[in-house]
């Protein structure tokens, strides 16, 4: 088991060198450097040089650059400005870059949508697989900034801890020999009311019972998701993902990659049970939910 | 699965309704003006932010003004449609300014005052959408995408998607961007900002003027028009996002991206290059752009290049709303069999040598209507309108 973040906590940094050439990463904030490595490592796991579409979800996008230059404006008195940070600061920078370090000329979306950034990525890629596609490339990243935004009043003074992360994924038209993991389903709501509801509907239309799901990874920033999705489930199956991936807009992105860990080992995190299906309840602000549906197969 | 248009809104410079913007293109009618507070040729639109409110009766005021622009056109787009249990409906926006209105005035109080306001900003794109949705009473999937210059048309693409998957049977798509410092500098610092109006595909192009505005069209399946009963204006047939992979800003020589947006949407459509009667051009005015462009439209109609326009010479460059505004456009091209005028043009890039349309034309048969928007990241995406045979 992953062990809780702590306020000491450090971000882990991989060896850049071996995945971003020099040029370009000399010109990266961490964040487009974390999405970058992911995204390669990724495709390296399986061999594969290019997916057959990108998509990405991201709350801030490049917000270091954002602010960067919009510093620049507010003290610029004439003279030359310098557009690198503006042109780093678009919210597809992210998904542009991967593009430019792979060649990649297919589809490349990015989609914004606060905490549900990476839920509309990872339906997105979802669709095109259904479209037909063999390989797509999903993931999210947003940036550790406390400055520019106020996520955490946003989200209610949490007591978790601000950070920042990528995690990438490929989904496949088939099933991986070594590690055949299924994204049953992914569901993105907003202005939803009554989560429980939403979570039942979900369930039913997959054919999926509340008994059978061996866990359910949640992230709250209220004591109502909690109450309610101990209605459904019992308590011991609720693992509230954010202990260990710290508060950041697209952190579900983080619960999936947990969850494929999970699901890969078997074992459930804390207790001595085997886990086959997982449901990811992604309800940080209270009226926005995200739900993905994952199975060992 | 055919894809229905059903409602269509939109305000620009050129005009707060659907009906303003067409007298306007109809009369060639420029919206770009010399803005007397910053000296700069702009696309604004006419109606301030407590206007807008008080049209819309809002008890709320601290919006965004891309929420504010987004509400009016989005509103006019839904008309009369009403929420049912049974239609799956879904709100998709595109934005890549935000909130950025709200946190500029923060940013320079921060700044001049010495004061720590910037704890308090905030420019999530997804809440403006957010903001939309409340107002016309849509939830489920409310989303918003940011590509840059390509937003507007993606949002349209993803809703169409959406519905094809079977997710949505109705979805409320399009994009908005106000006018903000932020971008207004950004094109400034890159030297691609005119001093004079935009000119769009000419040899001498200087450039590009910033607009602002909003578009917002409402898609429907078979399934949905059964039970609103709302009449098609046209259909939307081909759709598709390629990327140039060339450089974070700049577009290739040979148009690689463009290319494979316009082959892969007419496949999708399943039409030829000369089944196209309009094309709404990217047309920035920028040299790199419309130079791109050209040898992307050379690539895809050789030496048979039907009537196309930059309608960036009424707007100005509108950013996330640029692809949303000119679907409408060629919508509207579709429903009336015109063909809207480039405005400014008077010589042909030597390399390419296309010559855009520079005049109003009626009583022209328009079957199918093509509109591309290009954005930073090599985000390169065209669209498809058609009659409804």
């Keep these: 088991m992953l062990s809780a973040l702590e306020p000491s906590s450090e971000i882990l940094h991989p060896d850049y060198t071996s995945f971003i050439p020099a040029r370009t990463r000399r010109r990266m904030t961490d964040g487009l450097k974390m999405a970058a490595v992911c995204a390669k490592d990724c495709l390296a796991q399986i061999g594969l040089e290019q997916p057959d579409a990108i998509a990405v979800g991201t709350s801030m996008g490049c917000s270091l650059f954002t602010k960067k230059f919009l510093k620049k404006i507010v003290s610029f008195e004439g003279g030359l400005l310098s557009p690198t940070s503006f042109m780093l600061s678009t919210h597809n920078t992210i998904a542009g870059q991967i593009s430019l370090l792979l060649g990649n000329h297919q589809y490349n979306m990015t989609h914004t949508q606060n905490t549900l950034s990476f839920e509309h990525a990872l339906l997105d890629g979802m669709m095109h697989i259904e479209e037909g596609q063999n390989n797509v490339l999903v993931g999210a990243a947003d940036e550790r900034e406390e400055e520019l935004y106020n996520i955490k009043e946003r989200l209610h003074n949490q007591d978790v801890i601000l950070t920042c992360g990528a995690s990438f994924f490929i989904l496949s038209s088939h099933a991986s020999k070594t590690n055949p993991i299924k994204l049953v389903d992914v569901k993105s709501l907003g202005l939803v009311e009554n989560v429980k509801l939403k979570v039942l509907q979900l369930l039913k239309a997959n054919d999926w019972l509340a008994k059978d799901i061996d866990l359910i990874l949640y992230a709250s920033s209220h004591q109502t998701t909690k109450k309610e999705l101990s209605e459904l489930f019992e308590v011991g199956q609720l693992f509230d993902y954010q202990r260990v991936s710290g508060l950041y807009f697209t952190n579900s992105a983080f619960a999936l990659n947990y969850a494929t860990d999970i699901l890969s080992r078997g074992k459930h995190p804390v207790e001595a049970k085997s886990v086959k299906k997982i449901l990811i309840c992604n309800n940080i602000i209270p009226e926005n939910l995200g739900l993905m549906l994952l199975e060992h197969c | ?389």
């Design chain 2, 1 to 389: 699965m055919e894809l229905f248009v059903t409602g269509i809104g939109v305000m620009t410079a050129i005009g707060n309704t659907v009906a303003e913007n067409f007298h306007s293109l109809k009369v060639a009618r420029t919206g770009i003006q010399r803005s007397a507070k910053l000296g700069l040729m702009l696309g604004e639109v006419s109606f301030s932010n407590e206007e807008i409110i008080e049209k819309l009766g809002l008890t709320k005021i601290d919006y965004s003004r891309t929420t504010l622009l987004g509400m009016l056109a989005a509103k006019e787009a839904w008309g009369k449609n009403e929420h049912k249990e049974e239609i799956a409906t879904g709100l998709i926006s595109a934005t890549s300014a935000g909130g950025m209105d709200r946190i500029e005035k923060y940013f320079a109080q921060a700044h001049h005052e010495g004061m720590d306001t910037s704890r308090r900003m905030t420019y999530e794109n997804g809440r403006t959408t957010e903001g939309i949705a409340k107002e016309l009473g849509i939830k489920g999937y409310i989303g918003t995408i940011s590509t840059a210059c390509s937003s507007g048309a993606n949002a349209i693409m993803h809703g169409a998607r959406l519905i094809q998957s079977g997710r949505l049977d109705r979805v409320l798509v399009g994009g908005v961007d106000p006018l903000v410092d932020y971008n207004i500098k950004g094109f400034s610092s890159l030297g691609i900002y005119a001093e004079g109006i935009c000119t769009p595909f000419d040899q001498n192009r200087k450039g590009l003027n910033l607009g602002e505005g909003a578009a917002f069209l409402v898609l429907e399946s078979a399934a949905s028009l059964s039970i609103t009963g709302n009449k098609p204006l046209c259909l939307l047939s081909g759709w598709d996002n390629s990327t140039d992979a060339f450089h974070q800003t700049a577009s290739s020589a040979d148009g690689k991206g463009a290319t494979l947006a316009m082959k892969h949407a007419l496949k999708k459509a399943k039409l030829l290059a000369k089944d196209i009667s309009y094309v709404n051009v990217h047309g920035t005015g920028t040299q790199n752009n419309d130079l791109s462009e050209s040898a992307a439209l050379r690539n895809v109609f050789g030496h048979k290049m039907p009537p196309f326009s930059s309608t960036k010479s009424f707007t100005g460059h509108t950013l996330a709303a640029a692809g949303a505004i000119e679907a409408v456009y060629c919508i509207l091209s579709l429903r009336s069999n015109a063909i809207f005028p480039s405005l400014n043009f008077s010589t042909p890039i030597k390399a390419t040598g296309l010559i855009p349309a520079t005049s109003f034309r009626e009583k022209v048969e328009v079957k199918h209507a093509l509109t591309n928007a290009f954005g930073f990241g090599g985000n390169c995406t065209c669209l498809i309108f058609s009659k409804k045979m």
